[in-house]
């Protein structure tokens, strides 16, 4: 399509785009409100809690399986039938899952529909918006990837209004057809751009940069430069998915904090995490998206090492833990803009599936190794060391990534 024709062509506006690929994008985040399901599925069925559990594991495998579908798919089918379908799976997951009488239907539901909604919808909406914004990708990414924290933050109380109301069974269901609502309402917008279009006054050249080849899954893989951000990925979220999975035993340990100041201090984490995602993804627009990550990883470091030795009360381990969830929440938004920059739009949602692999990874060491520390030596303080040694390596290879990236793509931040 020429310029004149692209200009007599109306474009429906990018900034509502944005906003409902964030609403789509954010509503992953309502798995992290799993937790207040747990003891009152238990009293209900009278079901064990590690049975009940093994559902949000299902539901993490199945999110990681649909992530690649979701790449397949958008190459075929309009991201908007995407979304809604996914929508209707995801929604329909949550409902079986307040109707199960039966740990297999529960999984089912819950933990199979469930996650492959949220794939489904993640990817395709955060593929939608990086395409929208070429010339602002870290500040899309932030918008979008920051959404995830913002929403648990309401569903979590609603949630738990909708058990004391009714029963866990029904919350569960309001919860589904919430979230069904959304993605219908939504799914229809996300609408790729056309062919060729770019932002009025924006272009590859004009940033400084050669125009993005899109690559296929298959020559990513082949590149040297795909394997130094997987390895950087699986690294740099170590320390923050440590941190996120035992912040209340940490504070219990280093603090004492009781049962009200851990309520509060998930509310901390969530805002420090969005703050950062956000924050971070619209600097590396203005500085490059190695530079944010070497900053984000220096900060990480320095924060494990000697900001948790220094805590005394409440007050200064919540800001020490907030360092540590913007960071992460950073890494996050960061890492699509990346993905985009160096290997294309066209083919993002199957790449960025790949390098998503290694935050999966890192998802299960990053626990581990707080709760490893916590078995050996008794105390969290070696795994803050440990994990403050695993950001310094991440730092320099973002560093390496910036040399490969300058090397291999010419002109490219």
Known sequence: MGPKERKHTKLPNRTVILLASAACVGLAGSVYIWSIFNIPLAEAHGWDVASITFAYSLYLIFSAVAFFMAGALQQRFDPRAIAVVSGLVYGAGWFLAGAAQSLPVLYFGFGVLGGLGDGLFYNT????????????????SGVCVGAVGIVPMVFAPLGNLLIELFNVGMAFQICGVLFLLVLIACGPVLKMPPEGWAPEGWSAESEGAHEAVDLRMGQVVRTRLFWVIWVFMAFASVAGLMITAHASNIGQEVVGMDASQAALQVSILALANFAGRLGFGVLSDRIGRCNTLAIAMALTAMDLVFGFAIVRDFWTFSLVLAVAGACFGGVLAVMPALTADVFGSKFFSQNYALVYTGYT????????LASGALSLTGSYQAAFTAAGAVAVFAMALALVMKRVQVKTLPGRR
Not at 130 to 138: E, H, I, L, V
Not at 361 to 368: E, K, N, T, W
């Open 125 to 140: 909406a955060l593929s939608v918006c990086q395409a929208w914004y070429p010339d602002r990708r870290g500040f899309a």
């Open 361 to 368: 990874v890192a998802s299960v060491l990053g626990p581990l």
